[in-house]
Structure formats: structure tokens, C-alpha cells
């Protein structure tokens, strides 16, 4: 009976235990030979799914657990070489491997080299992610969640970066459009979740270094980042910025903290902080000089559903003295669909005006004002409904004051001055806007008809509004996002004044801006009247080619002055103030009006008709049709052959929209 049970014991426990052993030992007695199967298995499905050559020199095992490949190779089918690493090491978890999945940890490198080439036709990294013979997932709204997405996103890096990496003797070279960058790391150790290193950076000659530390938490999906120059004397520049897109970036000190709260209630909540000190930056479209940034901060509060990405409004935004919170939701899907609401109360006026950047805002630079503000914003806007497009916008006073003017009194204009007119930053002419100039027309001298139809056709609402015209404004927009260009841009009869009187031609972020805040400050605090305003309007716009103000359009187009011109005159001159430059396409090859222009004549006609500016007889016989008499009628006698109706019909399609 004993010996039956020993026997049983034998057959059940002990020769299974005995088996495994064996098998052990054979797995370790022949594990660089299943190693390089698996690895050779392995480069040649990447073979296969890329398109591109990739060979290691030896792999083996070093102990137990530890596997070290040498002279690792990459390199695309006739390309530059990607990658060559000659020695890399990282322990594996031995049983996931028997399973067939191969995880790494504390991974060594040492002598890599990574060359990254690219110009306008090819380059030699995008196959990586170009596969080939690989079918394309096609995602839509029902079944694609932005935050289970990006959730497992973040779960694969956190889970690829290792406890502990070293590396040694790492080098990054980039070629693009043949400039040359290159990065250098002598030592870089990541333990206990900690680093430190310093980056080398050569570029065009040029030699500094960047120090980096930080740390890596891949359990709490945490992560910190501090980047900053070796020197005092020098800051941290990023010309790869520069060389792709035009633009400098440089600072002192920039910080980054991140961490994935995960998944509630289907919402992936992240949080963290991005902080720059010294930063300076220009582009050509925000500024021409470079514009400085003493502190800018961000304590960011992020959602992503699984529809949608959200700045939550806990989000902190510190510029200078000001901070706010800005609330901004994006869904891509079915249709992209953008909102911005701003809400910030009751804050220091000087503070406001001290926090602009003097490069952006020049003409503001040195000003003093007492008092508070609050700002208030909402928009919201579906691109598949433009014309849904809702706008909200004010900036609100209290017991504001102007105590001193910055480097431009803007009130000058209030007595007669001298006027430069500029064409494509150039300038071209320059005349007085007073009596002194024998073209000058005081308002009363402006012909009402005239006045009446130009304001219909720039600014509807000038007398009433305060420089702003919020329904123009949303109508460009959507006109803006039906030709998906930036083709209209809502201005207001005060907004050209200051853009023409103020400020350079340069279609820059930091002009629209300062022209912004200038036209709050000239309409809310009567630093110029609005009867003022329309008589340089009309003394200084421009009307033709080196045609400046209305009594030289009138002997310019008609041979005569100003106070005789004619309905039908007066409502040509207003269509093409948008592109004076360009009257002569306005007619047909018959010297007469485009037809389509009629139903703009009859616009017009039945606009001042409803105002009682002019009899439904004058409306009934008005012609839509012009001679011209002055010097500008010898444009019409030179050839060419460039139709351009389609240009201005375009602008009087828009001109429907905002009546």
C-alpha cells in the first residue's frame, strides 16, 4: 500500500518537478540559441513590415537574464543610415519571453549613433512609421475614444522607458535642407527614477551646451523635466525651430510636470505644469523685433473624453502680472467644433498694460492708466456651420483713466499734422491733413450721399459702435472658414484709421493686437471724436494708385471736385476702396460697369432709400454705370488680359452678407 502511494507521489509531484527542472536546463543550456531565434524572427517580420535593413552583429546572453546585442544596424532601402549602436544590453523577464513577449529593464548603450536626413523630396525616418503591407484601422466617431486612446498611449511609453537606463557616448545628427545640427551626450543615467546629463549642441559652428535633469515614475505615470543652459551668459536656443519654421525660441529656464490621473468616470484626467523664464521668441508673423517674456506659466488641467479634448477651467495661465483661466473644449468629430470662454474680473489696469511686451505693443510702451478691467469672452464655433458661429467679446472699465501716454499721444491727430502713405512698407507719399493742403475737405465738405455710401459699404455701424462690430467680425469668420483661408478680417472704419495712422503695414499677430487695444482706447476714453475720425477717413484713404482722399478720387476718376460728384459716382468710389489699386477691372472691355455691379447699385439704392437719404425717383433712375473723365481713364486704355472681376464679385458677395 505504501509503496502503491510512493509510487503515485513519484508520478503526480515529483516527475512533473523533475520535468520542469529538465527543461530549465535545457533552456538555459541552449538560451542563446533560442535567443537568436526569436531575434531573428523578429528582424525579419521588420524586414518585411518596413521595407528596410536591419541587421545585428551578435546577440547573447551575459548571466541569467541579461541579453547584449552588438553592431545594431538601420538603415532604409537606399537611404542614409538611420541608427548603428555598437553595444546594447537590458535584463528580460525570462518567462514572458517564453510566452513570447519580450519586456526590457535596465538597458546600457553604449557608442550610438543616430543621423537623421531630410529634404523637400525624401528622407530616411519615415518609413518607420509608412508600413508596408499593413491594412489601415479606418476610425470613426462611434468607434474611436480619444481617452481610451490616450490613455493606452501613455500607458506604452511609461511602460517602455525602463527603472534604470545608461547611456554612453550618444550622438544625434540632422540634416535638413542641409543644415547641419548635431547632439552630444557623454553619460546619461537614469536611477531611482532621477537624471542628470548635459547635451552638447553643435550648429553651424556653433558650440553650447544644455543641462537636463528630471524624474520618471512609471508606476504613478508621473514625470518631471527641467531644462536650462551651463552658462549664465548664454540661453537655451532651439534652432531646429528655427531652421523648420522660421521661428527663434530661446530662454533661460523652461520646466515641465505631468501626471496621468487615469480614467473616471470615461474621462481621462491629466494635470501639470509648463513654465518658461527669459523666454524670447520671433516669427516673422508675430513680430518683426524679438519679443521678451519676463514669466510665463501654465497650471494645466486636462480632459479627454471620448470625444473630445478640454482644458478644464481650473487651468492657471500666469503672463507677467496677469493671470488668468481659460476654459477651451475641441471635438474633432463628426465635425470640428471649437470653444473659448474667458471670464476674468475686476483686475489691475497697470498691471494689464505692464505685462504686454514692448515689442508687440510699441506704441503702448511707457504707458501709465489707473483704475481696473474685466474681460469677457465666448465663442463658439462648428466649421460644418460657419455661419453658427457665436462671438462674445468685451473688455469693460472702471474709474479707468489715461495718467500718461506711452511713446504715441494718440490724440495728435485732433490738429492738423502731416500724413505718410505707405505702400507695401514703403513710403510713398507724405502731405498734410489740414487747410494747408488744397485737397483737404473738412467733414461738412464730404458730400452726405458719399459719406452715407462708403460707411454702407465699410462700416455700417460706425457712429453707433465702439471701433468693434461683433456681427462683422462673426461673418468673417465664416467666410474665413468657408474659403479655409485667412481672406477676410471685419474691420471697422477705426480700426483702418489706427492701422494707417499708428502703426506699420506688417501683417503680423502683434499689429492686430496693438491696433485692437489702440481702438479700445481712442473709442472708450473720446480721445478722438467720431466726426474727427471720419473726416481723415476721407482725406487720407486710399482711392487708386498714388490717389489719396475723396476730392483727388474725384478729379482723379471724373475730373471734378469732390462736392459735385454724382449717386452713381459716389457708389462706384465705395466699391472699390477695398482694392483701389485694381478700378480698372471693375469694367468691362466697353469701358462700362461689369453687370453683376447692377445688383450692388441696387443694393446701395435701396439701403439709403430705407434711411430717406434719397427719393424712390432717385432710386427708380439711377444708372449703375460710370464714365470716367479724369486721368483714369487712360488705365482702361492699357491691355491686359488678367480677369480679375471674380475678385471684387467676391467682395461684394460679402458686402450682402453684412447688410
Known amino acids: 500500500m505504501i509503496n502503491f502511494f510512493s509510487k503515485k507521489l513519484i508520478y503526480r509531484v515529483y516527475l512533473p518537478v523533475a520535468v520542469f527542472i529538465f527543461v530549465l536546463f535545457l533552456s538555459f543550456l541552449f538560451r542563446n540559441f533560442f535567443l537568436n531565434l526569436y531575434v531573428n524572427k523578429k528582424i525579419n517580420q521588420f524586414k518585411a513590415k518596413y521595407n528596410a535593413e536591419l541587421n545585428i552583429g551578435k546577440v547573447k546572453f551575459r548571466g541569467i537574464n541579461t541579453i547584449v546585442l552588438n553592431n545594431i544596424f538601420l538603415k532604409p532601402l537606399n537611404k542614409d543610415t538611420l541608427i548603428n549602436v555598437e553595444s546594447a544590453a537590458a535584463k528580460i523577464n525570462i518567462w514572458k519571453m517564453l510566452l513570447g513577449k519580450l519586456t526590457f529593464s535596465d538597458i546600457e548603450l553604449d557608442k550610438s549613433y543616430v543621423k537623421i536626413v ?98 520618471l515614475n512609471n508606476r504613478k505615470k508621473q514625470c518631471f523635466f527641467k531644462l536650462y543652459s551651463s552658462s549664465f551668459l548664454h540661453k537655451v536656443k532651439f534652432p531646429f525651430v528655427e531652421n523648420k519654421y522660421d521661428m527663434k525660441v530661446s530662454f533661460d529656464t523652461i520646466q515641465f510636470n505631468f501626471s496621468n490621473n487615469g480614467i473616471s468616470n470615461k474621462v481621462l484626467n491629466l494635470d501639470g505644469t509648463l513654465s518658461a523664464n527669459g523666454l524670447i521668441i520671433k516669427h516673422p508673423r508675430i513680430s518683426s523685433d524679438n519679443v521678451y517674456l519676463t514669466k510665463v506659466s501654465i497650471n494645466y488641467f486636462l480632459n479627454i473624453g471620448s470625444d473630445y479634448y478640454e482644458v478644464d477651467s481650473a487651468t492657471s495661465v500666469v503672463f507677467n502680472k496677469i493671470n488668468f483661466n481659460p476654459y477651451i473644449k475641441y471635438k474633432p468629430k463628426p465635425s470640428k467644433q471649437i470653444t473659448l470662454i474667458l471670464n476674468k474680473k475686476d483686475f489691475n489696469a497697470q498691471d494689464f498694460f505692464d505685462s504686454l511686451p514692448a515689442e508687440l505693443f510699441s506704441k503702448l510702451d511707457g504707458i501709465k492708466v489707473k483704475g481696473t478691467l474685466s474681460y469677457h469672452l465666448n465663442f463658439f464655433v462648428d466649421t460644418a456651420l460657419p455661419d453658427s458661429v457665436k462671438l462674445q467679446s468685451e473688455l469693460k472699465r472702471k474709474d479707468f483713466k489715461i495718467i500718461q501716454f506711452g511713446k504715441v499721444d494718440f490724440r495728435y491727430v485732433n490738429e492738423p499734422f502731416t500724413y505718410t502713405a505707405y505702400n507695401k512698407d514703403e513710403p510713398v507719399r507724405i502731405f498734410e491733413v489740414s487747410p494747408a493742403n488744397p485737397n483737404f475737405r473738412t467733414l461738412e465738405q464730404i458730400p452726405e450721399l458719399l459719406r452715407e455710401v462708403v460707411m ?47 502703426l506699420t503695414r506688417k501683417k503680423t499677430i502683434s499689429r492686430k493686437l496693438e491696433e485692437m487695444l489702440i481702438v479700445w482706447l481712442i473709442e472708450n476714453n473720446n480721445l478722438i471724436s467720431k466726426n474727427r475720425m471720419l473726416e481723415i477717413y476721407f482725406n487720407i484713404i486710399e482711392w487708386g494708385p498714388m490717389v489719396y482722399g475723396a476730392n483727388e478720387a474725384a478729379h482723379y476718376y471724373f475730373n471734378k471736385d469732390v462736392s459735385k460728384l454724382t449717386l452713381s459716382e459716389d457708389i462706384y468710389l465705395a466699391s472699390i476702396i477695398p482694392r483701389p489699386r485694381l478700378f480698372k477691372y471693375s469694367f468691362d472691355k466697353d469701358k462700362h460697369l461689369l453687370e453683376w455691379l447692377a445688383e450692388y447699385y441696387r443694393i446701395i439704392a435701396q439701403i439709403l432709400l430705407r434711411k430717406e437719404k434719397i427719393s424712390q425717383e432717385e432710386a427708380d433712375n439711377l444708372v449703375p454705370d460710370v464714365q470716367l473723365k479724369g486721368p483714369a481713364k487712360f488705365e482702361l486704355m492699357q491691355p491686359d488680359s488678367i480677369p480679375l472681376d471674380s475678385v471684387f464679385k467676391s467682395d461684394f458677395e460679402f458686402m450682402q452678407l453684412n447688410k
Do not use: C
Open 118 to 215: 531630410a529634404d523637400s523630396i525624401s528622407d530616411n525616418y519615415s518609413f518607420l512609421v509608412n508600413k508596408t503591407n499593413v491594412k489601415k484601422e479606418i476610425s470613426t466617431a462611434d468607434n474611436y475614444n480619444y481617452s481610451e486612446k490616450t490613455e493606452d498611449f501613455l500607458n506604452a511609453i511609461f511602460g517602455f522607458v525602463p527603472d534604470k537606463i545608461k547611456i554612453h557616448d550618444f550622438t544625434v545628427n540632422t540634416v535638413i535642407n542641409k543644415k547641419s545640427l548635431g547632439f552630444y551626450i557623454d553619460n546619461l543615467n537614469i536611477s531611482d527614477n532621477t537624471f542628470k546629463t548635459i547635451i552638447k549642441i553643435k550648429d553651424a559652428g556653433e558650440n553650447y551646451e544644455w543641462l537636463v535633469e528630471g524624474k
Open 456 to 502: 454702407t459699404n465699410e462700416d455700417g455701424g460706425f457712429i453707433w459702435h465702439k471701433g468693434f462690430a461683433i456681427e462683422s467680425i462673426k461673418k468673417s469668420i465664416a467666410a474665413n472658414i468657408k474659403e479655409g483661408r485667412f481672406a477676410r478680417g471685419g474691420s471697422t472704419i477705426s480700426m483702418q484709421l489706427v492701422k494707417n495712422l499708428f
